[in-house]
């Protein structure tokens, strides 16, 4: 594989030196290695996985929780016995989840090692002993605690198989990268000792990348949105997992409950409150949206399949060609003055990009374009990293997240959001967030970047800045993703 230069170093295939087929051939996930990807493992995949490795994965999952089961039958659990067996670090080292910038999430702390620890005890009593469902599953876990989510069980899938995924990743070291790209490393809590109830570390040949490692997936345990057993489905589903209940007592019992605690003319909010009342009063519906979920499981590796598919084009293909793009216009990647010029210099290279040289077709899959803003700031991370600032997501601490921070020291920092013009909240966000924000930060400038799609888009916010005085601030882009005024737009989605 040719040389790569350093501005178009992103993925996995640019350090390394292997093709981006040889890696999808192996059966890995191609990843970038500046920021995590928003995929992530499913359980439910390795369970109705017709190959028996992964079903013996999925077999040692449940051993382990069985055995946290027993733990916490066995009486209270100290903090430190809590630590050692329910708590777990992120395995960073994947380069898949939800941190914006890096690969550095917050892992499976003390709020869910005790959620855990104390739905062992009650809704997970009877796991590994299931009557209504076909197996066990760890995500029944997100369907009735607040705050425990598909990243979540994720991680927590996610080390309880580590050993496997380190072997896929030995295996193609060995087979693919040269000598001086690998090293030895000793990674903790690999495997659990049943004997000494000890995670146990191991040592493996791995990807060397500065002073870590690099862990890959295979592309047929990931998915994208959401775990095929979830929260959302669970209440969406409702009638249908109301009408799958077998007994007529149980059925009669569970609508008589339901139209008492409806609102006469409900609203879609206070529907689902109704919803989650019944699911509380009989949590054994639970068990029976489960077992709907397994008997439509071949859906789910479909599902799963065609997201994966769609996140590689998104966010490796067309990335990587909209790198190319930016590449070919080498200023992008010159850092001239402070971070306010260096940023404003970015967004003003990404907007001709964008509008003049094709760079429109990255926010287009099949013809349709992203509309989900976190897809937007993940593009422009991608982008974003051939940089001597610091880059850096910035945390929500109740006045509302800004996209990116760009610093050069405590001095010197800028701060950059990219917004849809489809977002409903756009008005207010200009109006307030970024200005509450700067007021408890050092950044001095910030940067609004704002792509838009139709027409109507455009048009809806040109008002809003008309309303507000906005329309010739100098901190505001407007970037045209429009596909119907470019050259060649039937073909948006032909590389």
Not at 73 to 95: C, K, N, Y
Request: aromatic share 12%; hydrophobic share 40%.
């Amino acid at each position: 594989m040719a040389e790569v230069s350093e501005q178009l170093r992103i993925y996995f295939s640019d350090y390394f030196g292997v093709t981006p087929k040889t890696i999808e051939e192996y059966g890995a996930f191609n990843v970038s290695l500046h920021s995590d990807l928003p995929l992530f493992i499913d359980p439910f995949l390795l369970f109705n996985s017709q190959r028996d490795e992964y079903r013996a994965l999925h077999d040692r999952i449940i051993r382990y929780v069985s055995f946290l089961r027993d733990k916490s039958a066995s009486g209270t659990l100290s903090d430190g016995q809590l630590h050692a067996w329910f708590m777990f670090s992120e395995v960073e080292q994947t380069w898949l989840g939800f941190s914006m910038t890096g690969n550095r999430g917050h892992g499976l702390g003390m709020k869910f090692a005790r959620a855990l620890n104390n739905n062992l005890n009650t809704v997970f009593s009877s796991f590994g002993d299931e009557n209504i469902t076909h197996g066990s599953h760890i995500e029944k876990l997100c369907l009735i605690e607040s705050g425990v989510g598909r990243d979540n069980i994720s991680d927590f899938a996610t080390n309880l198989i580590k050993e496997y995924l380190l072997a896929f990743t030995q295996q193609f070291a060995r087979r693919y990268l040269e000598a001086p790209q690998r090293k030895k490393f000793s990674v903790p809590r690999v495997r659990f000792s049943y004997t000494t109830e000890v995670w146990e570390p191991a040592i493996f040949e791995l990807p060397a990348f500065g002073n870590d490692y690099v862990v890959l997936c295979p592309r047929d345990l990931l998915t994208k949105d959401d775990t095929w057993i979830n929260r959302g489905d669970l209440i969406n589903d409702y009638e249908q997992i109301a009408d799958s209940v077998p007994s007529g007592q149980l059925r009669a019992q569970v609508n008589n409950y339901f139209a008492k605690v409806l609102p006469e003319k409900p609203t879609e909010p206070e529907w689902r409150v109704a919803v989650e009342k019944v699911y509380r009063k009989f949590p054994e519906l639970i068990e029976y949206f489960i077992r709907l979920k397994e008997e439509n499981g071949d859906l789910a590796q479909a599902l799963s399949d065609l997201k994966v598919a769609l996140s590689n084009r998104l966010y490796v293909t067309q990335v990587r060609e909209f790198a190319q793009l930016l590449d070919a216009k080498t200023l992008f990647y010159a850092t001239p003055g402070n971070t306010y010029d260096e940023s404003r210099a970015k967004v003003l290279f990404l907007k001709d990009v964008i509008e003049h040289n094709g760079g429109w077709r990255l926010f287009f899959i099949d013809d349709k374009p992203v509309r989900r803003e976190n897809d937007v700031q993940i593009l422009f991370r991608l982008v974003w990293h051939a940089s001597p600032s610091s880059v850096t997501r910035e945390a929500n601490d109740g006045r509302g997240p800004v996209d990116f921070k760009i610093s050069r020291g405590a001095a010197d920092e800028t701060l950059v959001e990219f917004k849809l013009a489809s977002n409903t909240q756009l008005k207010r966000n200009l109006q307030h967030q970024t200005e509450i924000y700067l007021k408890s930060s050092r950044a001095q400038r910030a940067l609004k970047v704002i792509v838009f799609f139709s027409d109507s888009e455009l048009t809806r916010v040109q008002a809003v800045l008309v309303d507000l005085g906005l329309s010739a601030h100098p901190d505001i882009f407007l970037i045209d993703a429009r596909p119907d005024n470019k050259p060649s737009a039937s073909k948006s989605t032909s590389h």
